[in-house]
C-alpha cells in the first residue's frame, strides 16, 4: 500500500500540487499517492477527519481553508504560529500538526531559481492579508536592509509590521499606504494583494523601482499577470509570477513529510511549459 496525501482546497479541480507530488515522488523513490480533495467551505475540520479515518498521512490545504487548517492544529510548527496560516499537515500518532511552507518556498524561489540574495536589499510587500503574512517572517530572516508593507487599507499594513517588529533585528520594517511610497525605490516588490482577481490595478507611484529591481508577483496565469505588466511598464528589470513559489513550498511540503528533498528545476520547467503552452 502506498502512503495517501491529497490537498484540500474549494475549488480545487486544476490544482497543480498532485502532478508536482507525482513527479517528487517518481523522482525520489518514494511510495506515495497524493490527490487532489474538494473539501465544502463549512465541513472542512469533517473533511480532515474523514481523510486521517481513510489512513492519510499528510495534507496540503490552499484556499480557503488555510486559517482554518490552523485553528485545526494540535501542534504547530514556530513559522505557522507566526503566520496564523497552515499550508502543510503531517498525522502523528492522532495528533494534527501544522506548518506554513509558503514563505520558505518564496525565499528558495527567489534566492535559487531567480538567484538574487535579499540580504541587504529594500524589499517592498504590497498587501496585509493572509498571503502577506506567511511571508513576513521568511523575508526579515534574509536580513534585508528595509521592508515596506504598503496595503490599500493602511491600519493593516502598520498592525502587521508591529506584529513582527521583534523579529526586524536590523531591519528598516515599517506599514502604511500606497502613497507613501512616493519617492521611494526598492529593489524587490512583491505582490501579495489578491487585486488582480477583482481585475484592479494596484495605485503604485511612479518611480518605485530602483535600477535593476526585481518584480515578484505571488500570483501566476497563462500569461503575464497584471502587476507584473504594470512593473514592467513602470521600469522593473526582471519580473517573475508565483509559478516557482508553488513548487519550493511542495518541495519543502514534501521533505518535511519524506525526509527527502526533491529537485525542482525540472518540475518547473515542465509546468511552466505546460501553462505556455494553454495560452
Ligand atoms: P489572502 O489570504 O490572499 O492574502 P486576504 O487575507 O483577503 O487574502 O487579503 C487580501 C489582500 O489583498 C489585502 O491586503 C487586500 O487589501 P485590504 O486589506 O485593503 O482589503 C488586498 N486587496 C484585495 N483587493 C484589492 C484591490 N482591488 N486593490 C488593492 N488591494 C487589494
Not at 518514494?30 to 472542512?44: G, I, Q
Request: charge should be neutral; charged fraction near 15%.
Amino acid at each position: 500500500m502506498s502512503d495517501l496525501y491529497c490537498v484540500f482546497g474549494n475549488p480545487i479541480a486544476h490544482s497543480k500540487s498532485p502532478a508536482i507530488h507525482a513527479a517528487f515522488a517518481a523522482q525520489t523513490g518514494e511510495n506515495l499517492r497524493y490527490e487532489a480533495r474538494l473539501a465544502a467551505v463549512d465541513s472542512f475540520f469533517a473533511a480532515i477527519s474523514a481523510f486521517v479515518a481513510e489512513g492519510g498521512c499528510g495534507a496540503n490545504v490552499t484556499v480557503p481553508f488555510k486559517e482554518q487548517a490552523y485553528r485545526r492544529c494540535d501542534r504547530l510548527s514556530d513559522r505557522a504560529a507566526r503566520a496564523g496560516a497552515v499550508n502543510t499537515l503531517q498525522f502523528i500518532d492522532g495528533a494534527v500538526h501544522g506548518d506554513n511552507t509558503d514563505g520558505a518556498g518564496l525565499v528558495r524561489d527567489i534566492r535559487t531559481n531567480l538567484g538574487r540574495a535579499l540580504a541587504g536589499q529594500r524589499i517592498l510587500l504590497l498587501g496585509a492579508g493572509g498571503a502577506s503574512r506567511g511571508v513576513i517572517a521568511p523575508l526579515l530572516a534574509e536580513k534585508p536592509a528595509a521592508l515596506f508593507i504598503a496595503n490599500r487599507s493602511p491600519d493593516k499594513a502598520q498592525q502587521l509590521a508591529a506584529a513582527f517588529a521583534e523579529l526586524a533585528a536590523g531591519v528598516e520594517l515599517s506599514g502604511g499606504a500606497f502613497a507613501q511610497l512616493a519617492g521611494q525605490q526598492f529593489d524587490v516588490v512583491i505582490n501579495a494583494t489578491a487585486a488582480s482577481l477583482s481585475g484592479d490595478s494596484l495605485p503604485l507611484p511612479a518611480g518605485i523601482f530602483a535600477p535593476g529591481s526585481l518584480a515578484y508577483d505571488m500570483m501566476y496565469g497563462k500569461g503575464e499577470t497584471p502587476f507584473l505588466t504594470l512593473a514592467r511598464t513602470q521600469g522593473a528589470a526582471h519580473c517573475a509570477d508565483g509559478l516557482g513559489m508553488l513548487v519550493e513550498q511542495a518541495a519543502e511540503a514534501f521533505t518535511l513529510w519524506r525526509g527527502k528533498r526533491p529537485e525542482t528545476a525540472g518540475v518547473l520547467a515542465s509546468l511552466r511549459a505546460a501553462l505556455s503552452a494553454q495560452g
